[in-house]
């Protein structure tokens, strides 16, 4: 094998592990994982690299961060890669590697370079990743703070998944309840992880964000005013409609308030600045700090953070 052909073989692994049109961390992470192993043991048995239950790499959960860390990347980039098709990636690229026999024949030293070619592709990915710009705004004095949080989410649109909503609402929660410790959580922990009742418990009331409304969280709704307390569903504005209708089908539209959330933020920064006497823009900024601050807080995809020019 000449000193290039690895680093060809794991561009071409990572071409295939496209799914519609994108690489995802997990499979990043994942191949470099199966990499860092192949530098301790080359060739490699299967039994060696995957774990006895569950069919997952070694390393990929409780040991990733070392494993990254060991490769210059920040722990920030990912957590830990389980999901069923990171192993399913991981099982291609080994295969594609011959479980490391395609390295047979070389010495330890060039061994060592070739994988170092692999990871080096794997790691470019990773830091492609961790520069990506944030979400740059531009809001004029003269527009409504509705128009700046529709900008915001336009912005956001297809690659926020629901997150840039959730932690808008839990911002413009903490500054309008500032003497509350609003929860904060990553926009991919479920409800039934964290022992929610909604995204946000605040005395008898339960909130609930959501970019992209469905039956699972009306039913979640439901639920809750079953329980005596009150559900309120934020959505952006273009999908109201859609959650009154599902609200109707699931039968809890006179329990459940229905908020758009470009008017949800937009009258608390009303509100917020004519208490402070203070512009509205300023307050929008206000919240988007807190916004910033919470995102840094508890997720991993720091170009979700928000930056108004």
Known sequence: MSQTDLGNVVKSWIESCKRKGKVSR????VGIVVLDHLQGVCPITREEIFSETGGEVRGARSGLFAILQRHGIPELFLKEATTRQASHDAERLLEDLE???VLSGLSPAERGKELEKGIEVLRRRAFQWLNRQNLKISCSSNQSPSTWVHLILTHAEGKSGGRVEQHLVGAKLQKRHPRKRIPN????????????EG???IDSISYHVTATPGLSVLEKCKANSERNRHPILVVPRARVDKA????????????LTILALE????HNVIEISVERQTDFLSTMRDIVDEYNRRVAEVETDMSLKIEIQ
């Open 199 to 201: 995204d946000f418990d």
């Open 185 to 196: 959580h990553p926009g991919n922990a479920g409800d039934t992880q964290t022992g929610r």
């Open 263 to 266: 008017e949800f933020i937009a």
């Open 244 to 255: 009154r209708n599902l609200a109707e089908e699931v039968g809890i539209d006179k329990e």
């Open 26 to 29: 997990n499979t990043v992470a």
């Open 99 to 101: 479980y490391g026999g």
